[in-house]
């Protein structure tokens, strides 16, 4: 295999960009009168669609209004350009759930998965802490209860992102958020 074409494939990859249209972001490159907010949008102007029309992956933004009108900054890198989080995403960034609520949470999606049949989730304790143990009789069959099961143990991705996705929960009333931290969650077909 050529070395060359493969760092190019590499590098197009990395530089490929990673935003969809219509994100909200604030500008931090070289032209100070753009700094600010804006919404972003790959890049149109020639050299961008060129790109485009031969294949390659998009490079480059440009920056809209935040009403989505277009302005006149074209060919953004993807450096100068950082995605605005929301509290909300910041508060599910930042915090952890604790097991009893991400039992509540699983008890929940499974009534809603399988109505009619009855689950029972349990917490571990002591060396099986971290650990839910789901309990059913008739119903459905382990690999449909693992599907309702797995995005609570993580995801696939680069290493960064392999922690489950973050979930909400009302327990007693309360609003409750964050990310599970489970390390398994045992099936058990009675």
């Known amino acids: 295999m050529n070395t060359t074409t493969t760092a ?9 960009l990673r935003l969809p249209a219509g994100t909200e972001v ?22 961008c669609t060129a790109s485009a029309l031969l294949g390659r992956p998009a490079r480059r933004y440009e920056l809209l209004a935040l009403d989505g009108t277009p302005s006149p900054y074209l060919h953004v890198r993807h450096t100068s350009v ?5 509290d909300e995403e910041r508060a599910y960034a930042t915090s952890y759930l604790p097991h009893k609520f991400a ?15 009855k689950f029972s989730v349990t917490t571990g304790r002591g060396t099986k802490d971290g650990e839910l143990s789901v309990t059913w009789t008739g119903g459905p069959g382990r690999t449909a209860v693992s599907a ?13 992102n392999r922690r489950a996705a973050p ?8 609003d409750r958020w964050g990310t599970p931290m489970l390390a398994a969650i045992t099936l058990n077909r009675a």
């Open 103 to 117: 039992a509540v949470h699983l008890r929940a999606q499974l009534r809603r998965a399988f109505p009619g049949v």
């Open 148 to 160: 309702v099961t797995a995005p609570l143990l993580g995801t696939y991705g680069r290493s960064g």
């Open 8 to 16: 190019a494939t590499a590098s197009a990859s990395y530089l490929a």
């Open 167 to 174: 979930i909400a929960v009302t327990v007693a009333g309360q």
């Open 26 to 47: 604030t500008y931090r490159g070289t032209l100070e009168e753009a700094h600010g907010r804006w919404l972003v949008s790959p890049c149109n102007c020639r050299h």
């Open 82 to 86: 950082v995605p605005v989080v929301s």
